[in-house]
C-alpha cells in the first residue's frame, strides 16, 4: 500500500518510523510519503490560508496550493481505474462520516491512501469537488470532538488500517477476536500469576475446559458491551446473537 500525506505539520509523521507501522515500512508492506504543503505555495511567505468569504472566524486553506500538492500524486486517468487501484482522497474534518473498524477493514484492502491534513477552519470546499473527478473523496472524522488539525486523525488512521494490511500482525487470529470485530468489546484479558495484590484470576480461565472458557468469554463481552456501550447492542443484528446470547 502506497500512503501519501500532505500537511504543514510533516514533523507529526515522524512516529511513523517506530513501531509496527515501522516494520511494515521496513518489509516492504508499507511505502509513506510525507509531503509540506507549504512546497506547493509559491509566495515569497508561502502562505497556505486566507480569509473565508462571506466571513466568520479563523482562516480557510486555499484551493490553489492544494490542488498542486495532490496533482503532484494523482495518476492520470483515474476515473477508468480499478475500485482497488483508484486513489482514495481521505480527508480528516469533524464534519465527516465516523471512522469504524468495518471502514479500516475496506480502506485496507486500497492500494493508494492520500491523507489531506487541513488545519484552521479547513480547506476550500472547491477541492474536494475538483478532486473527486481524480479519487475517491471520503471526509472522515475520528469523532465527537474537535482536534487542532487532520495530522492526529491521520496518524490514528494510518495506524488502525496498516495494521490490517495482509503479513502486518502476527498473529492474524489476534484481529478476529479483538474489540469491535464481531459488533462486541472485547472480553478482559488476565496473565500470570493468577493471584496479585489479592486479586484472582477468574476460575474458569484456569480450568482447562476451552467450552466454558469460550461461553464465558462471549458473555463477558456481552455483559461489557451492554455497561460501557449500550449502542452497539442496539445495533447487533440478532442473526450474529447464538440462542445462549439471547438468554443473556
Ligand atoms: N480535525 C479536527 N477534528 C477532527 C476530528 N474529530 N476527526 C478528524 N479530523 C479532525
Redesign the pocket.
Known amino acids: 500500500m502506497r500512503i501519501d500525506v500532505f500537511t504543514i505539520f510533516p514533523e507529526y509523521f515522524s512516529v511513523l518510523d517506530i513501531s509496527l507501522v515501522g516494520k511494515a515500512r521496513e518489509k516492504g508492506l508499507i511505502d509513506v510519503h510525507t509531503h509540506d504543503l507549504r512546497d506547493f505555495a509559491h509566495d515569497r511567505h508561502r502562505t497556505v490560508d486566507d480569509t473565508p468569504y462571506g466571513g466568520g472566524a479563523g482562516m480557510v486553506m486555499k484551493a490553489q496550493p492544494w490542488a498542486e500538492a495532490l496533482s503532484s500524486v494523482l495518476p492520470e486517468g483515474a476515473d477508468e481505474m480499478p475500485h482497488a487501484k483508484r486513489p482514495l482522497l481521505l480527508v480528516?474534518?469533524?464534519a465527516?462520516q465516523v471512522f469504524k473498524q468495518a471502514t479500516a477493514q475496506e480502506w485496507s484492502s486500497r492500494q493508494h491512501l492520500i491523507f489531506a491534513c487541513?488545519r484552521y477552519e479547513g480547506i476550500d470546499e472547491r477541492v474536494l469537488e475538483w478532486a473527486a473527478e481524480r479519487a475517491d473523496v471520503v471526509p472522515?472524522?475520528?469523532?465527537?470532538?474537535?482536534?487542532?488539525?487532520?495530522e492526529v486523525?491521520s496518524l490514528a488512521i494510518i495506524e488502525a488500517v496498516g495494521r490490517l494490511i495482509p503479513g502486518m500482525v502476527g498473529n492474524p487470529a489476534s484481529l478476529v477476536e479483538e474489540s469491535h470485530s464481531d459488533g462486541l468489546l472485547e472480553y478482559p484479558v488476565y496473565t500470570k500469576p493468577s493471584t496479585w495484590e489479592g486479586l484472582e484470576v477468574p476460575a474458569v480461565l484456569l480450568s482447562g475446559d476451552h467450552g466454558k472458557v469460550d461461553r464465558q468469554r462471549r458473555d463477558w463481552q456481552l455483559e461489557r458491551t451492554s455497561q460501557r456501550r449500550p449502542d452497539l447492542i442496539e445495533a447487533l443484528e440478532v442473526s450474529g446473537l447464538d440462542k445462549k446470547d439471547k438468554a443473556t
Open positions: 480528516p474534518s469533524p465527516g487541513g472522515f472524522s475520528l469523532g465527537d470532538y474537535v482536534l487542532n488539525g487532520g486523525a
